[in-house]
């Protein structure tokens, strides 16, 4: 009777024993501590902050459950940063002044606006250099000069005519030799109008870095383009160092990739994190990877490898028609892996040689805000809401076809559904467009359409035409409601106005860049209670405040 089989897990566990004893290993097969393969003893010559993509963003949405990003937040880091790394330099790629290539025209005020604000604050940071991406040409050629005016920092375009392509910038005596390549086709294929013309990124970073020669102790490329691109130059034009690339849409950045002797890094988009790498430059060569990320990553990657061969080798040797030759070359495969995994903990730190340190640091709500840049923030916020108050004024909402129901609002329902509307008015939604007043947003063109009810509908609500119609209320889901509070008989009163609200409803607004954490199964019964034929959200007899209820 052959032996119970091992949990491949147990098995991996039995092998990497014998393993270390074999080798002598003892503590080393332990997972050590974090940073104690990639600390660097000695400070670094410079540090290098980089943003991607960051689409214009001066303050993330606050409907977030853990809201990222906030250029005053980025302010804060920078400047708390700079006590101890005051030989520093900020550059950025991808998408700076706009997030979208094209804009509604009531939208081109409000943007521009916002570019003109951005500047500034990215002056304030001593912004060196940037790769402009297709959405700053939103507003054409002349838009995008606008905004390049605010910074006193190059627009890198080396591969279309007539553009600046390099810079160097000496900080703390090194001299760092500055790239941009731009690809200006957006998602759908097309170039922004005003745009310009460009050719073949790789070999216009080729040209650029070979004019560098001599100029610069490292050589970074500022890489707006397709990511495959942005490989493509690390691993094909000599003397590059690092590729910055943009158009990286995960919540955390990939660790520093090394592809021949240049390294590919990025950041989260819309300031949502904030790049930085530590460059020690100590003579000539590659640089050697010394972050905390690259190191975890790649201990990972080989525990993986040896665990899936350690569990197959523990099934060879329970299968007699496995040659014993093939399993024995396998189980020194093994020990040859096993001897790296080990060799990766003992590994010292680079005391000599060119060596760096990437990291990313999280722009969340636990970073404090720089309170000069928060009041420009600010003063733009309101500006605009007033500007916007004015503008749109006498602005209303397209009235109903013939026949056709209009909004009547929530006072309206409150009469019949008197039960339903307690409910309301305890949830997020029975207060969503105080939160935009509190934050002088209520006439903002990107936060007032979901915060009121009907908004540009027939016959519901506008810009600042929205009296009786503020918050979100019944109507949202239901459908406009004149024709139900006009029926005559309990069946055309069914029959004219929507009894559900399907996910789609919700997921107009509940995005996730708006509502991360949303679920439609989840967070439908939040809402409802007495008047819709559920009990009380939270099964209690009294309503659970807002904040409970809240995403």
Same mark, same amino acid.
């Given at each position: 009777?052959?032996?119970?089989?091992?949990?491949? !897990?147990?098995?991996?566990?039995?092998?990497?024993? !014998?393993?270390?004893?074999?080798?002598?290993?003892?503590?080393?097969?332990?997972?050590?501590?974090?940073?104690?393969?990639?600390?660097?003893?000695?400070?670094?010559?410079?540090?290098?902050?980089?943003?991607? @993509?960051?689409?214009?963003? +001066?303050?993330?949405?606050?409907?977030?459950?853990?809201?990222?990003?906030?250029?005053?937040?980025?302010? !804060?880091?920078?400047?708390?940063?700079?006590?101890?790394?005051?030989?520093?330099?900020?550059?950025?790629? *991808?998408?700076?002044?706009?997030?979208?290539p094209t804009l509604e025209a009531q939208m081109v005020?409000?943007?521009?606006?916002?570019?003109?604000?951005?500047?500034?604050?990215?002056?304030?940071?001593?912004?060196?250099?940037?790769?402009?991406?297709?959405?700053?040409?939103?507003?054409?050629?002349?838009?995008?000069?606008?905004?390049?005016?605010?910074?006193?920092?190059?627009? %890198?375009?080396?591969?279309?005519?007539?553009?600046?392509?390099? =810079?160097?910038?000496?900080?703390?005596?090194?001299?760092?030799?500055?790239?941009?390549?731009?690809?200006?086709?957006?998602?759908?294929?097309?170039?922004?109008?005003?745009?310009?013309?460009?050719?073949?990124?790789?070999?216009?970073?080729?040209?650029?870095?070979?004019?560098?020669?001599?100029?610069?102790?490292?050589?970074?490329?500022?890489?707006?383009?397709?990511?495959?691109?942005?490989?493509?130059?690390?691993?094909?034009?000599?003397?590059?160092?690092?590729?910055?690339?943009?158009?990286?849409?995960?919540?955390?950045?990939?660790?520093?990739?090394?592809?021949?002797?240049?390294?590919?890094? =990025?950041?989260?988009?819309?300031?949502?994190?904030?790049?930085?790498?530590?460059?020690?430059?100590?003579? @000539?060569?590659?640089?050697? @990877?010394?972050?905390?990320?690259?190191? $975890?990553?790649?201990?990972?990657?080989?525990?993986?490898? %040896?665990?899936?061969?350690?569990?197959?080798?523990?099934?060879?040797?329970?299968?007699?028609?496995?040659?014993?030759?093939?399993?024995?070359?396998?189980?020194?495969?093994?020990?040859?892996? =096993?001897?790296?995994?080990?060799?990766?903990?003992?590994?010292?730190?680079?005391?000599? *040689?060119?060596?760096?340190?990437?990291?990313?640091?999280?722009?969340?709500?636990?970073?404090?805000?720089?309170?000069?840049?928060?009041?420009?923030?600010?003063?733009?916020?309101?500006?605009?809401?007033?500007?916007?108050?004015?503008?749109?004024?006498?602005?209303?909402?397209?009235?109903?076809?013939?026949?056709?129901?209009?909004?009547?609002?929530?006072?309206?329902?409150?009469?019949?559904?008197?039960?339903?509307?307690?409910?309301?008015?305890?949830?997020?939604?029975?207060?969503?467009?105080?939160?935009?007043?509190d934050a002088s947003k209520n006439f903002n063109l990107s936060c007032v359409g979901c915060h009121v009810t009907?908004?540009?509908?027939?016959?519901?609500?506008?810009?600042?035409?929205?009296?009786? +119609?503020?918050?979100?209320?019944?109507?949202?889901?239901?459908?406009?409601? $004149?024709?139900?509070?006009?029926?005559?008989?309990?069946?055309?009163?069914?029959? =004219?106005?929507?009894? @559900?609200?399907?996910?789609?409803?919700?997921?107009?607004?509940?995005?996730?860049?708006?509502?991360?954490?949303?679920?439609?199964?989840?967070?439908?019964?939040?809402?409802?209670?007495?008047?819709?034929?559920?009990?009380?959200?939270? *099964?209690?007899?009294?309503?659970?405040?807002?904040?409970?209820?809240?995403?």
């Amino acid at each position: 009777m052959p032996p119970p089989a091992l949990h491949p !897990s147990r098995a991996y566990a039995l092998l990497m024993v !014998s393993l270390c004893a074999s080798f002598g290993l003892g503590a080393s097969c332990r997972r050590p501590a974090p940073t104690a393969a990639a600390a660097v003893p000695q400070s670094a010559s410079i540090r290098l902050y980089f943003l991607a @993509d960051l689409d214009g963003y +001066l303050e993330p949405c606050g409907c977030q459950a853990r809201p990222l990003g906030g250029i005053d937040r980025v302010a !804060s880091l920078i400047e708390r940063e700079r006590a101890a790394h005051p030989n520093s330099l900020l550059v950025a790629t *991808g998408n700076l002044f706009y997030e979208h290539p094209t804009l509604e025209a009531q939208m081109v005020f409000q943007e521009r606006a916002r570019a003109e604000a951005l500047g500034p604050i990215l002056e304030r940071l001593q912004l060196a250099a940037w790769a402009p991406g297709p959405s700053d040409y939103a507003l054409g050629g002349e838009g995008f000069q606008a905004a390049a005016r605010t910074v006193r920092a190059p627009a %890198l375009v080396a591969n279309a005519a007539g553009r600046e392509g390099s =810079t160097v910038r000496v900080v703390g005596g090194v001299r760092v030799g500055l790239v941009g390549v731009s690809d200006f086709a957006t998602s759908e294929g097309a170039r922004p109008a005003g745009a310009p013309e460009t050719t073949d990124p790789v070999a216009a970073t080729r040209t650029a870095v070979a004019s560098l020669r001599g100029r610069a102790d490292v050589v970074v490329v500022l890489a707006s383009v397709p990511r495959r691109v942005a490989r493509t130059i690390a691993g094909e034009v000599a003397g590059v160092d690092f590729v910055i690339a943009a158009r990286e849409s995960s919540a955390s950045p990939p660790p520093p990739e090394r592809i021949g002797n240049a390294h590919l890094l =990025t950041a989260i988009d819309q300031g949502k994190g904030l790049g930085a790498v530590d460059l020690f430059v100590r003579g @000539d060569g590659p640089f050697h @990877d010394a972050s905390d990320a690259s190191a $975890s990553a790649e201990r990972s990657r080989l525990d993986e490898r %040896l665990r899936s061969l350690a569990s197959r080798i523990a099934a060879w040797e329970r299968d007699p028609a496995v040659d014993r030759a093939a399993v024995a070359a396998q189980r020194a495969r093994l020990q040859e892996m =096993t001897a790296q995994r080990a060799a990766l903990d003992r590994r010292p730190a680079p005391t000599a *040689g060119r060596a760096f340190e990437a990291r990313s640091f999280e722009i969340s709500p636990d970073v404090p805000r720089a309170p000069a840049v928060q009041a420009q923030i600010g003063s733009y916020f309101r500006a605009i809401n007033e500007r916007n108050r004015v503008a749109y004024a006498s602005l209303r909402p397209p009235p109903p076809a013939p026949g056709a129901p209009s909004y009547v609002g929530v006072a309206a329902c409150r009469a019949c559904h008197a039960e339903a509307y307690d409910v309301w008015q305890r949830t997020p939604h029975g207060h969503a467009y105080q939160t935009l007043e509190d934050a002088s947003k209520n006439f903002n063109l990107s936060c007032v359409g979901c915060h009121v009810t009907g908004y540009r509908q027939p016959g519901g609500s506008e810009v600042v035409q929205n009296t009786g +119609l503020r918050d979100v209320q019944c109507e949202v889901c239901h459908g406009p409601g $004149s024709a139900h509070i006009d029926a005559a008989t309990d069946a055309a009163r069914r029959a =004219t106005i929507r009894r @559900d609200a399907p996910a789609d409803v919700c997921a107009g607004c509940h995005t996730p860049e708006h509502s991360d954490h949303f679920d439609y199964g989840t967070y439908r019964p939040r809402i409802l209670g007495p008047g819709h034929g559920q009990p009380m959200p939270g *099964g209690d007899a009294a309503a659970p405040p807002s904040d409970a209820m809240r995403p």
